[in-house]
DNA sequence: AAAAGACACAACCGCATTGTC
DNA sequence: AGACAATGCGGTTGTGTCTTT
């Protein structure tokens, strides 16, 4: 009934793997793959249950994990992410090539938590929201007035790209492509919205996590799109990213923010 | 020099999700 | 549709190492 208690059959070893282990597990990977982790402990011949051997192969021994200190790069993306994200550490790795969720999440505990609490005098080790909000709407309230109509180059259901063939919300195709930098956009008006409202909602997907669909908000400019914040997005309200009507956006189109939220004299004039 | 405490990180545990029959 | 197996994921723990007293 159920599932098998991992471990449980006398005899298997646990704790810290030895060289020895270590080679076994890697040569027999080498030769025949991993295939199906439960059978191959007995296959290899360690007496490992398969969990204890897949974690051992994706956190240490993959040839492609990058060993060593983080870069500034890497904690400040990891920050990010983490803002933007929560603990969802495997979404965070899937952007950090070489690195394991496990090795982030270890990161973020033993420094980069303490490093923002710090540098930010959150008393609160679990780093609160910004005050995102409210410079939202200060921002939408100064920029609103200056909008000409967005609805001339809008239908009420307009795709500004899609490149994938997925609809909105389908999470179903990226699931393995973590090496994707792509992202992909469709994009609807929001019927609530006036005449006068230059915003409209998009639901973005990033290929790199299946399920990173992002309610956001983007103001009109010329031909293209000023991403001003959404919900729920985190620091992604930090962003800033112009999306054409007609291409797609890549990572290189987005440009983090070293702020909270940008301040007006860097926002693009409309 | 030794003990105590702090830290870093590998590994484990158990629940959730997905796949298969 | 339901049962079971396999795998993924995040939280937690154990242990070795480093630092402080």
């Not at 950090?96 to 080790?125: C, F």
Request: negative net charge.
């Amino acid at each position: 009934m159920g599932r098998a208690p991992c471990c449980e059959k006398m005899g298997l070893k646990k704790g810290p793997w030895t060289k020895e282990e270590d080679d076994i597990l890697i040569n027999y990977i080498n030769q025949n793959g991993h295939g199906n982790w439960r059978a191959l402990p007995k296959k290899a011949g360690l007496l490992r249950c398969g969990k204890s051997c897949r974690l051992r192969w994706t956190n240490y021994l993959r040839p492609d994990i990058k060993r060593g200190n983080f870069s500034k790069e890497e904690e400040d993306t990891i920050i990010h992410l983490h803002h933007a994200l929560g603990n969802r550490w495997s979404a965070i790795a899937a952007r950090l090539p070489g690195r394991t969720d496990n090795e982030i999440k270890n990161v973020w505990h033993t420094h980069l938590k303490k490093k923002l609490v710090k540098q930010s005098a959150i008393p609160d080790p679990q780093i609160s929201e910004t005050p995102r909000p409210a410079k939202l709407d200060q921002y939408r309230h100064e920029t609103a007035g200056g909008e000409d109509s967005i609805r001339s180059s809008l239908s009420t259901e307009m795709s500004i790209h899609d490149q994938s063939n997925s609809p909105p919300h389908s999470s179903s195709s990226s699931n393995d492509d973590v090496s994707s930098s792509n992202i992909t956009t469709s994009c609807t008006s929001n019927s609530n919205t006036t005449e006068n409202d230059a915003e409209m909602s998009c639901l973005l997907l990033n290929n790199l996590n299946e399920d990173f669909w992002l309610d956001l908000d983007f103001v009109s400019c010329e031909n293209s799109w000023k991403f001003i914040g959404g919900e729920d997005v985190g620091d992604y309200c930090n962003s800033s990213f112009i999306i054409n009507n007609s291409s797609s956006i890549s990572d290189d189109d987005i440009n983090f923010w070293s702020d909270p939220f940008p301040r007006a004299e860097e926002l693009p004039q409309f």
